[in-house]
């Protein structure tokens, strides 16, 4: 269990060109007359992509099941995730080229896994980047040829996603679950109702949603005996309950938290594993 101070440098930004946001369907066939339907366009900012791969010195390593995603907005900032820690930078654009520069990111050690992996990223996205768009994949490649590969992702719901239960939060420093606890999550129904797993334990109660804000009900739980790391994290979590707690979603991270300001962050499931 790793225990995580989030440091996110402040980033000077600079302003961009509005045109970062026409960099669309870049190197695909353009419809004409009879001709079929050109590709689906989506702007590049605005949008949130997620890293599906990255390429580097011909090896190419896989990102599903990381937080890794990148997105740009029309004032030249880009930020996102480069599969555990969270980072901030600036971008401009200049054809089909987007510049990333002035990056800073929080520094947490998140397993070799994971830590190879963004290294690997925090190099390839940074500096001058081919763009090209097509359909919702986004590919941005580096002038010595090292590439990511992105899709389009849309926000998720409160209700009806399962979020997975990533950190326990107490004084804005993130506790990651343990690995035992790995299916540990949430599903918020829309009959005013939560259900799903702490860690351990199987838990529901109800949960009524207004503005920002959950109530949540007496929790019910069974009763398994689980490892003392996993049973501590359970404890933490069962606190939330019983009370009135906020909640704000960041396209696919929940974060809620309680009145004396612990919680939990928990990053929405792919759809077919709702």
Request: overall charge neutral; glycine content about 10%; aromatic content about 4%.
């Amino acid at each position: 269990m790793h225990t995580q101070r989030k440091t996110l440098s402040t980033v000077g930004v600079v302003s961009a060109a509005a045109a970062l946001g026409l960099l669309t369907a870049c190197g695909a066939d353009q419809s004409t007359a009879g001709d079929a339907p050109a590709e689906p366009r989506v702007p590049v900012t605005g949008t949130h992509w997620t890293v599906d791969s990255v390429t580097a010195d011909g090896k190419k390593s896989d990102a599903p099941g990381t937080k890794a995603y990148v997105s740009f907005d029309e004032k030249g900032r880009a930020s996102g995730n480069f599969g555990c820690n969270g980072f901030g930078g600036v971008a401009s654009v200049k054809g089909d080229t987007i510049t990333v520069d002035k990056i800073a990111k929080t520094e947490m050690s998140c397993g070799d896994k994971i830590d190879q992996l963004e290294t690997t990223l925090t190099k390839a996205l940074k500096g001058k980047l081919k763009a090209k768009v097509s359909g919702d994949k986004l590919t941005l490649t580096t002038a010595d040829g090292d590439s990511v590969t992105l899709s389009s992702e849309p926000p998720a719901e409160l209700t009806g996603t399962k979020w997975k239960l990533t950190d326990t939060v107490e004084k804005e420093v993130a506790t990651t679950l343990p690995e035992k606890a790995k299916d540990a999550h949430l599903i918020f129904d829309k009959d005013g109702t939560v259900h799903g797993n702490l860690g351990c334990n199987e838990v529901n109660a109800t949960a009524k949603v207004t503005d920002g804000k959950i109530e949540l009900g007496v929790p019910r739980l069974t009763r398994k005996m689980c490892p003392g790391d996993v049973m501590k994290s359970e404890s933490e979590l069962v606190k939330l309950f019983d009370s009135k707690v906020t909640y704000e979603i960041e396209h696919r991270t929940l974060h809620i938290t309680g009145t004396d300001g612990t919680g939990v962050n928990a990053s929405a499931a792919p759809a077919k594993q709702k």
